[in-house]
């Protein structure tokens, strides 16, 4: 047993350690990035051009399939395109790829037409951020 003079010490000491190394508080989410002015155009572009077609929602089915995720899925979708490549591609050329359980012609061919290149850019880069 230790002498009752050191009591005072060891109480302090233990406290320090569950003080340190008890803290049961959640962690800090990381901040959300801000997004740049090109997802931003994006998000607008697709929200007036596609969000009638394409939910953002876990699963959720309007007419063509739920783009939630889409941003890590893309490049896993064609072998040996990346993201960026197999969402430019679906957007200028809807029937080179189709989601398996949709068919061909239900997404405009005529809808890049109606982007503006930065619209279209924005349009990907904000599809890119879909987690």
Partial sequence: ????????TIFLLTLALCLLGCNTAAPTPPPTPTPTAAQKLGQTA?????GSCHSVADEAIIVGPSLKGVGNRAAERVPGQD?????MTSILNPSAYLVEGFQDGLMPANLAKKLTGEELDGVIEYLLTLE
């Fill in 83 to 87: 993201a960026r490549t197999y969402l």
């Fill in 1 to 8: 047993m230790f002498p009752t003079k050191h009591l005072p």
């Fill in 46 to 50: 697709f929200m007036q051009n596609c």
